[in-house]
């Protein structure tokens, strides 16, 4: 496992004490879940982000966000997103999913 440093404001440290009581762990393994969970939620917001301005499709969302792309179908449908495909998208998502 790789170690890194990382200055962090008083008013985060005192969260993460917080936290780190709430949850009964230590202060190291609250900051790899935030960190795992933070990573994530930047990847669907990057995601979200692209295919609603119509830079990418489901498939490569699901990629980007780090998911299956049923899982990135759920979390579309969660951001009332609309489908941004064209008739060749949809066609290469499709023969994508048969591949699978």
Do not use: C, F
Not at 18 to 30: A, F, N, P, Q, Y
Not at 68 to 94: F, G
């Amino acid at each position: 496992m790789s170690s890194i440093s990382a200055r962090i404001p008083d008013e985060d440290e005192a969260a993460l004490e917080e936290v780190s009581e709430l949850l009964g762990e230590d202060k190291s393994t609250v900051i790899r879940k935030a960190l795992r969970e933070g990573l994530s939620d930047l990847r669907v917001r990057l995601a979200v982000q692209q295919y609603q301005s119509g830079e990418i499709s489901a498939n490569q969302a699901a990629r980007v966000a780090g998911v299956s792309v049923a899982d990135w179908l759920e979390i579309a449908r969660e951001h009332n997103l609309t489908t941004q495909l064209s008739p060749d998208d949809l066609a290469a998502d499709a023969e994508t999913a048969r591949e699978l």
